[in-house]
Structures are given as C-alpha cells and as structure tokens.
C-alpha cells in the first residue's frame, strides 16, 4: 500500500449539493493531483496543487476546486453536484521536479443521486 | 488535442502465453508511466519510462518506450492468472509534473 490516504472512501450525495473530498499525501511528497475516473475509463486530470497553490488545471468547469494546506494535504470540493460527477476520485502525491513515481490513494467513490 | 490511444482495449489470453499492449500517444513528453487496476481498486505503479529506449521489467512484465514513433508497449510473458487487471499508460501534459494524461486502459484476463 502506498501511504497516501483518501476519505471518506465512499459518498451518496444529492444533485445540487456540494461535496468534499480529502487527500493525505506521502510523506516528504510535496505535490498533489486530483483525478476524476468514471466508470470503465481512465482517470481525466482535474488539477494539480504545489506550495499551495494550483499549479495546472484540466477541463473542469469551475465547479471543481481545491486547496492545499501547509502539510501537503489537499482537499476537493465541487459544487452543485451533477449525475455526471460521479465517479471515483483519485488522489496522486508525487515530489516536485523530480524522476520519481506518483502514487494514487484508493480513491473516493462518489454517487450522485 | 493531446491523446494517449491503448490497444486492445479488451484481451483475454490463455495462460502460459505471450502478449502486448500497445500505447501511442500524440504529446511531446518524453515519459511515460504503466500503471495496474484492480477492480474497484485504485492505481498501481508499474514502471515510469524517462527516456528514448528505457526499458524496464518487472517478473512477467516488461515495458519500453520509443519516443520518436511516439510508442510504449507493455509485454507481457508466460501470462498468470494474477496478472488479470485493467493496464493503464499514461504521459506528462508537456512540461508539466505528474499532470498525466491517460488512455481508456487494456482489460486483460487471463484464463486458465
């Protein structure tokens, strides 16, 4: 297992709610990414965070944001949730501007009803 | 419009042989990762390719990457049952850092 943690595992939301989705990166990695999969498909990027701040952003509407606080922990929250946004949600920690591999939580399974 | 194009996209092998996935991908990025889902499961690293001609195994898997026909292939030998699982490869959107872009993946399953 890689010590990347994801909660809650998973989440029965309603269409118009807000929901958010929490990330706990590796130890001594400093970079996190969010990715959405939905059902039978690869992972789309959703955004990136370094030093706080976003740092690239796939085709996601606004909706989608997220944060990333001191200890590198990073958060996603989407706002008023579509039948289209469920999926699992993958989290990937890495360190910056380095040769070494990313590793992914074990996602979040998000429904929307 | 960058892409990353997996083929096949459903294989079912026996066991005891010998097959490959193909990756091809339209970005300039010269890395490439191979990554293993289990279902219901999360991502797995396999192998992060850095450069024109790497070339890495790991048991029944071995992975290669040709940057400028723009090919990664994943092959596999002597197939096991426990290698069934969804195949993903992936590449850096250029310049960046982990911001990957995927393909739709390869199912394998391997009977027995």
């Known amino acids: 297992e890689t010590g990347v943690t994801q909660s809650p595992t998973h989440l029965i939301k309603t269409r118009g709610q807000q929901v958010t989705l929490r990330c706990s990166s590796q130890?001594?990695?400093?970079?996190v990414s969010w990715y959405q999969q939905a059902l039978g498909q690869g992972p789309q990027f959703i955004f990136q965070y370094y030093r706080e701040e976003e740092n690239g952003r796939g085709n996601f509407p606004p909706r989608f944001s997220g944060l990333q606080f001191p200890n590198y922990s990073s958060e996603l929250n989407v706002n008023a949730l579509e039948l289209d946004d469920s999926a699992l949600y993958l989290c990937?920690?890495?360190?910056?501007?380095?040769?070494?591999?990313?590793?992914f939580g074990q996602g979040t399974r998000l429904t929307v009803v | 419009e960058l892409k990353v194009e997996q083929n096949p996209l459903f294989l079912s092998m026996q066991e005891g042989k010998n097959y490959t996935i193909y990756c091809n991908y339209s970005?300039?990025?010269?890395?490439l990762y191979w990554y293993r889902q289990d279902p219901g499961k999360s991502l797995e690293s396999l192998f992060v390719l850095l450069s024109n001609g790497a070339v890495k195994q790991e048991g029944r898997l071995m992975a290669s990457l040709d940057t400028k026909a723009r090919l990664s292939t994943l092959h596999i030998t002597a197939a096991v049952h426990d290698l069934s699982a969804t195949y993903f490869c992936a590449v850096d959107i250029e310049d960046s850092n982990y911001q990957l872009i995927w393909g739709a993946g390869t199912k394998l399953i391997i009977k027995p």
């Open positions: 130890s001594g990695h400093n970079t």
């Open positions: 970005t300039t990025s010269d890395r």
């Open positions: 990937a920690s890495s360190l910056w501007q380095t040769n070494t591999e990313a590793f």
